[in-house]
């Protein structure tokens, strides 16, 4: 199986930066897409970023210009830069990954979250 993890959340001041790791291991065979998304309680997991295989980026209309997101292939990482953060950027931010997984085809892992706080 795949797992995902994800780390470098915590308290922000806003206009203050974090960067998101998220690593996947296991057994895979190929990754297609690995993503960022975020939840606030009461409130459905919206995307954040995500970056194709191919390199192609998509990214919520609320953190252009100050989120971006990258990749590193030989890792199977992903990660999140964020800047300007802003009080409501504050959520649950969770990794997911798109991926032939060996004896398991092709489905999404999600790790566990990471919790950002842009407080002052």
């Known amino acids: 199986q795949v797992q995902v993890v994800e780390s470098g959340g915590g308290l922000v001041q806003p206009g203050g930066s974090l960067r998101l790791s998220c690593a996947a291991s296991g057994s895979i065979s190929s990754i297609y897409g690995m993503g960022w998304y975020r939840q606030t309680p009461g409130k459905q997991r919206e995307l954040v970023a995500s970056l194709s295989s191919g390199g192609v980026t998509n990214y919520a209309e609320s953190v252009k210009g100050r989120f971006t997101i990258s990749r590193d292939n030989a890792k199977n990482s992903v990660y999140l830069q964020m800047n300007s953060l802003k009080p409501e950027d504050t959520a649950v931010y969770y990794c997911?990954?798109?991926?032939?997984?060996?004896?398991?085809?092709?489905?999404?892992?999600w790790g566990q979250g990471t919790q950002v706080t842009v407080s002052s």
């Open positions: 997911n990954a798109d991926c032939v997984s060996l004896g398991f085809g092709r489905s999404t892992y």
